[in-house]
């Protein structure tokens, strides 16, 4: 005896099921690079603070070394300098950057003048922020 056909009704559920499971992993997939991209931990490693010998516009400046990495998978992201009012290191002018083939740098010194900011890095690298990019309020 041969087994019997399903009812149309069932075997046209198959391919909805089929289309509806994939549209969620996509969903999920989207919201896991939506939250891995968007939301990154930050650890200041070091902060440097204007010297009373410079004058920008009545504030008092910092610069900082910060690593960033993802969220969800830890994924190492470009380093930054940033250059702001607040020593925390919340808010400023960013400067993101990657060097290859190298440990984590290591924010060696800060030089600062009226024209802006040199940060020394271990590796030789010099990043230079303007002082018009970080001052009055930017």
């Given amino acids: 005896m041969s087994p019997e056909p399903s ?3 069932r075997r046209g559920l198959r391919p909805v099921l089929g289309a509806a499971a994939a549209l969620l992993l996509f969903v999920i997939v989207l919201i896991a690079v939506f939250v891995d991209t968007r939301m990154v931990h930050t650890e ?10 410079v004058e920008y516009d009545g504030s008092t400046y910092h610069t900082g070394l910060l690593r960033r990495e993802s969220w969800l998978l830890h994924r190492r992201l470009p ?3 940033l250059v702001g009012r607040y020593p925390e290191m919340e808010y400023g002018h960013p400067v993101y950057f990657e060097i290859t083939g190298t440990r984590d740098p290591v924010l060696e010194s800060v030089r600062w003048s009226p024209a802006g900011v040199w940060a020394h890095l271990d590796s030789g690298h010099e990043i230079f922020v303007p002082a018009n990019a970080f001052t009055g309020g930017r």
């Fill in 79 to 81: 380093d930054m300098i």
């Fill in 7 to 9: 009812p149309p009704a």
């Fill in 44 to 53: 200041v490693l070091r902060v440097e603070t204007q010297p009373a010998s």
